[in-house]
């Protein structure tokens, strides 16, 4: 069973943390440990049609985010990675910084210690400079930053194709394919 860490922060875009959990509910071989923010709650509230107890009900395991001695909070505890979708400026400078202030902060440096996967769907736009130094540095960390700017060569008709495009790209940095992602010519002779 591979363990992946799901966050949601309180940034525009729950939708893909949320989409990620509904995903990887049908992935056998996949356990989620998420980690939600009281803000990603109070974002959710405006955009997406769940409660806070429908959202909490989506992980196999759900972390308190005050709490940073969770399990997550250790890199003995072996995931294939994090995946913080979306993620805040506040998230991304804390995790630039080290500022282990909170669990998802937390989850998100020891996986970067650990040498496992951090995958931020950064949604903020436009940046000024100070947003950009924060990915920099992040990515100097070895978080991955991939903010979800949708594909159009899929032919999307409706917003859940451009959400899930962008979730079952993210999840395909953790090794996880799924059959929603359309490839590019994947299904043309060459």
């Known amino acids: 069973m591979r363990r992946i860490i799901i966050a949601i922060t309180g940034a ?6 949320v989409r990620a959990l509904q995903l990887l509910r049908d992935v056998s071989d996949i ?17 997406v049609d769940m409660s806070a107890d429908e959202i ?14 969770a ?5 003995s505890f ?4 994090m995946l913080v979708a979306p993620c805040s400026i506040k998230t991304l400078s804390g995790i630039a910084n080290s500022y282990n202030d909170e669990l998802i902060v937390r989850a998100a440096d020891v ?15 436009p940046l ?3 947003h950009i ?30 959400v899930n495009q962008t979730v079952g790209r993210a999840l395909d940095l953790f090794d996880i394919h799924l059959p929603i992602v359309k490839r590019w010519k994947e299904d043309q002779d060459i």
């Not at 525009?12 to 943390?17: D, L, M, N, P, Q």
């Not at 998420?34 to 955009?47: F, G, R, V, W």
């Not at 399990?71 to 890199?75: P, Q, R």
């Open 12 to 17: 525009s875009g729950v939708i893909y943390g």
């Open 31 to 47: 356990e989620t440990h998420a980690i939600i923010s009281p803000s990603a709650l109070k974002t959710a509230a405006d955009e």
């Open 56 to 69: 909490r009900g989506l992980a196999d395991k759900l972390h308190n985010y005050r709490d940073i001695g």
């Open 71 to 75: 399990a997550v909070s250790s890199g």
């Open 78 to 81: 072996r995931t294939a990675g």
């Open 111 to 125: 996986c970067l210690k650990e040498r496992r996967r951090v995958v931020l769907l950064l949604r903020e736009t």
């Open 128 to 130: 000024h400079a100070g």
């Open 133 to 162: 130094a924060l990915m920099d540095q992040a990515t100097r960390n070895g978080a991955i930053i991939m903010p979800p700017v949708p594909a159009f060569y899929n032919r999307p008709q409706t917003i859940d194709d451009i």
